[in-house]
């Protein structure tokens, strides 16, 4: 028996699909489900879509689960970022159009699932920067945990009352314990 053979999706057919209650990612040309956020992951999805888009406000855009077109290995790759912050400059370049963000973001953000490993996460980031995402936020609810990554340096964890700062992103100072003080975990 020979296995079946299918083709694989290009932008064009997999932004033209039509739009399901599950996001989707575009990977190596296939089109696959991104896991519903469950109810921790949504709130600290939500504690952190507040916090940016307090800070944001004049500088740009913060988007929750937005996708964006990234290239990673040579291959057009969608992936749906929880968060990401893009600045009006750079947003400047899709206008007033829908769709997925045309141009690499300032920073992509992931929220550690249950499912998911930190490890699996860490490989997703070094994608993120070499597709041109300036700084990516890996944050672990278990650990309560904020890891930083950066092009070409080592990625920094804060923890607790630690104040996460960046020239990147003046006057936004936020803690661990910003996001995760009113979240109980079990």
Same mark, same amino acid.
């Given at each position: 028996?020979?296995?079946?053979?299918?083709?694989?999706?290009?932008?064009?057919? /997999?932004?033209?699909?039509?739009?399901?209650?599950?996001?989707?990612?575009?990977?190596?040309?296939?089109?696959? %489900?991104? $896991?519903?956020?469950?109810? /921790?992951?949504?709130?600290?999805?939500?504690?952190?879509?507040?916090?940016?888009?307090?800070?944001?406000?004049?500088?740009?855009?913060?988007?929750? +689960?937005?996708?964006?077109?990234?290239?990673?290995?040579?291959?057009?790759?969608?992936?749906? %970022?929880?968060?990401?912050? $893009?600045?009006? +400059?750079?947003?400047?370049?899709?206008?007033?159009?829908?769709?997925?963000?045309?141009?690499?973001?300032?920073?992509?953000?992931?929220?550690?699932?249950?499912?998911?490993?930190?490890?699996?996460?860490?490989?997703?980031?070094?994608?993120?920067?070499?597709?041109?995402?300036?700084?990516?936020?890996?944050?672990?609810?278990?650990?309560?945990? $904020?890891?930083?990554?950066? %092009?070409?340096?080592?990625?920094?964890?804060?923890?607790?009352?630690?104040?996460?700062?960046?020239?990147?992103?003046?006057?936004?100072?936020?803690?661990?314990?910003?996001?995760?003080?009113?979240?109980?975990?079990?």
């Amino acid at each position: 028996m020979t296995p079946a053979v299918t083709r694989k999706l290009t932008l064009d057919e /997999f932004l033209s699909l039509p739009e399901g209650e599950t996001a989707c990612e575009l990977i190596d040309g296939e089109a696959i %489900p991104k $896991i519903s956020p469950q109810r /921790f992951h949504s709130r600290v999805s939500g504690e952190l879509y507040v916090l940016l888009r307090q800070w944001a406000q004049g500088r740009g855009e913060v988007g929750l +689960e937005w996708a964006v077109v990234l290239s990673r290995e040579g291959k057009t790759w969608v992936p749906v %970022p929880d968060l990401l912050y $893009i600045s009006n +400059e750079r947003l400047s370049s899709m206008g007033d159009k829908d769709g997925p963000c045309p141009v690499p973001p300032e920073l992509a953000i992931e929220v550690i699932s249950p499912d998911q490993s930190f490890r699996g996460m860490a490989d997703k980031a070094t994608d993120y920067l070499n597709a041109g995402i300036s700084r990516v936020w890996i944050v672990d609810p278990k650990a309560k945990t $904020i890891t930083v990554f950066i %092009p070409e340096q080592l990625p920094i964890s804060y923890r607790e009352n630690c104040v996460l700062s960046d020239e990147l992103f003046p006057e936004l100072k936020l803690t661990a314990q910003d996001i995760f003080e009113s979240i109980t975990f079990n």
